[in-house]
């Protein structure tokens, strides 16, 4: 048995110890488990009510929005998971912004023959930059893109078995060890920094322009608009807050069904997800509905 938990303890130090010199590089990190997932759980997984939360609660257990570059934050999110055997870093954020090109082999396509295609028929060459190796055989990439551009994270959308992590994304870092094995920095390019995404395919990883629909008028005369301003108004940070309290305002007062689709057009403006808009407005109507 001194064996068996002594593994555990061996791993996660070292997983800490490859997060912390990935943090010293400017990269925000967060522990995963032997799975590949967050290693702490949500702290509001048992309030069904709970609106949407990116860690403004001050609590860990947000995911990819725990990571972070303060040594003393990851010392303590470890301490938190000592169950923790890998470390996962957190895409899109600066300095880097980075890029992860996923090359997977578990669909049975030749990813990495898919990217060279790509590279001739759009006119680009991937530059000597970070590669890490996957237990199962695969390839991650690491890019940097311009402080002003967002990629989205994608599956197979650019080619079978290639996968994009942007932001909101994560990529496992070189020395996690997971279920299936260790990942590890390719022979080479540990010394490297992160290179810059080449244009041709930075204009490929980003979603076609989107088509501007106009916000339906809102519903509930002068209350209601007020409302919809209200949400409007909102700054990061305080976007879902005030998406929350519009909708069980408008709910409470019966005008949600007939608001819900100019508050979710509102909240979209602020720079929320419509997912994450529908998802809270959701929330709002379960919990007025719960109080009546």
Known sequence: MATTDRYPRQATTLALAHALSAAERGLAVLPLSRTKLPALRSPHRDDPTAPPCHGECGRPGHGVYDATTDPVRIRALFAAAPWATGYGIACGLPPHHLIGVDLDTKSGADSSAALRELALRHLFTIPPTVVVLTPSGGRHLWLTGPPDVVVPNSAGRLAPGIDIRGAGGY???????????????????????????????????????RTHHPAPPAAGGAH?????????????????????????????????????????????????????????????????????
């Not at 299936?180 to 395919?201: D, E, M």
């Not at 508050?263 to 403006?269: E, G, I, Q, R, S």
């Open 171 to 209: 990529l496992v870092g070189p020395g996690s060890r997971t279920a299936h094995g260790v990942y590890a920095t390719a022979p080479g390019t540990a010394h490297l920094a992160p290179a810059p995404c080449p244009r041709a395919l930075l204009r490929l990883l980003l979603p076609p322009p």
């Open 224 to 292: 209601g608009r007020g409302l919809v301003q209200f949400v409007l108004a909102a700054h990061e940070g305080q976007r879902n807050t005030r998406l929350f309290w519009a909708a069980c305002r408008a709910y409470e007062d019966g005008i949600g069904p007939e608001l819900s689709d100019a508050l979710v057009a509102a909240a979209v403006h602020t720079g929320l997800t419509e997912r994450e808009a529908r998802a809270t407005v959701t929330s709002a109507e379960r919990l007025t509905i719960h109080r009546s």
